[in-house]
């Protein structure tokens, strides 16, 4: 069985980085495209970020494009989320997520369609 693990969360203040990692086992990570998915207190989950397969592209909320990068190393069975220049409303656990390879991408904000999904980890951002 497919199991993911995020770690790299932490208490940072505005304008900080952190890299988030998402570690896959039980599986090679290159059979998964991968999100990125946060959940801000008393929202909503979002997709912010994905990773189709062979990492030949990859896709942004618009309110994070430009500071969070996301990247893979499937001979690690690893994703990372660099984020660069954080904001309070960055504030969220953030969860990675799975589903099959093949597709295009446009459905990646479709949280239904990812069928495994880490514990999360909490990322808070406040001066």
């Known amino acids: 069985q497919v199991q993911l693990v995020e770690s790299g969360g932490d208490l940072v203040r505005p304008g900080d980085s952190l890299r988030l990692s998402c570690e896959l086992s039980g599986g090679f990570l290159n059979h998964y495209a991968i999100a990125w998915i946060r959940q801000a207190p008393g929202q909503e989950r979002e997709a912010v970020s994905y990773?189709?397969?062979?990492?030949?592209?990859?896709l942004y909320l618009k309110a994070v494009e430009g500071r969070f990068t996301i990247s893979r190393d499937n001979a690690k069975d690893t994703v990372f989320l660099q984020m660069n220049r954080l904001k309070v409303e960055d504030t969220a656990v953030y969860y990675c997520?799975?589903?099959?390879?093949?597709?295009?991408?446009?459905?990646?904000?479709?949280?239904?369609?990812?069928?495994?999904w880490g514990k999360g980890t909490q990322v808070t951002v406040s001066s």
């Open positions: 997520a799975a589903r099959g390879r093949g597709g295009d991408g446009s459905n990646w904000r479709a949280l239904s369609t990812y069928r495994f």
């Open positions: 990773t189709e397969s062979g990492g030949s592209y990859t």
